[in-house]
């Protein structure tokens, strides 16, 4: 038990740790001049990209928990789901306070008249309402089953995502394809995983249905031979 818990604990600040290395190279690189010809630019390329990186992994706990048997990989899937919404922030601040420097009204502009920008916007919503009720309380104020329900709204946040990346580049279209491709075996493997349970839960009652039609197997006329005869 305790091997666990330190395997667990260390996994656990391991990831917190490894969650803000990309924060710290753009920083770095950022103080450095080492962001290329248009550092804003590539600012919002990274926060973007990561954002999408964590919701796919927050994404790929269930399967891998599923998979292994390991139940308490279950408690980085909410690391891992708010650092998501941790760079989408970052990505939207950059975007709203370094590349149009707070003017509201041409980024109200942008967000109705460009795709892109409305959809990923959109993704941004879905992800705030998921951070704030991300606690242990929310959960019992909620309660389980309305929570379950609204937390599947990452499986709408994580499209929208590849849907903005998709339209933002112009040219080359690898990366956003490959997360689409990700998110949607993930989203599939989740379909065909829910399916398979079910069938399973209705399988013992469909078979004592079909038994109790079933006729008993008689027993073969023998003759027995009472005492005395």
Do not use: C
């Not at 395997?7 to 690189?29: D, H, K, N, Y």
């Not at 891998?64 to 899937?77: A, E, F, Y």
Request: proline fraction near 5%.
């Amino acid at each position: 038990m305790e091997r666990r818990r330190l395997i667990e604990r260390t996994v656990r600040v391991g990831v917190f740790v490894l969650s803000l290395v990309p924060l710290a190279r753009i920083v770095v690189q950022a103080l450095a001049g080492g962001l290329g010809g248009n550092p804003i630019e590539e600012m919002l390329h990274r926060t973007g990209w990561w954002t999408l990186a964590f919701l796919v992994l927050t994404l790929t706990v269930t399967p891998i928990r599923q998979l292994t048997g390991i139940g308490w990989l279950v408690k980085l899937r909410r690391m891992l789901g708010l650092y998501a919404f941790f760079y989408a922030i970052l990505h939207f601040g950059i975007y709203v306070g370094v590349d149009q420097f707070f003017a509201w009204e041409f980024i109200l502009e942008d967000i109705m008249d460009r795709p892109y920008i409305t959809v990923g916007f959109t993704a941004l919503l879905i992800l705030a309402p998921l951070a704030v009720t991300s606690t242990k309380g929310m959960v019992k104020r909620l309660g389980g089953r309305r929570w379950v329900r609204l937390h599947r709204l990452v499986y709408v946040a994580a499209p929208l995502g590849v849907l903005h990346f998709l339209w933002l580049v112009k040219a080359d279209v690898r990366e956003p394809l490959i997360f689409g491709a990700i998110v949607a075996a993930l989203l599939g493997y989740r379909v065909a995983a829910g399916r398979l349970r079910r069938r399973r839960v209705r399988s013992p009652g469909r078979e004592r249905a079909r038994m109790a039609f079933v006729p008993a197997p008689q027993r073969p006329a023998v003759e027995r031979e009472r005492p005395g005869t």
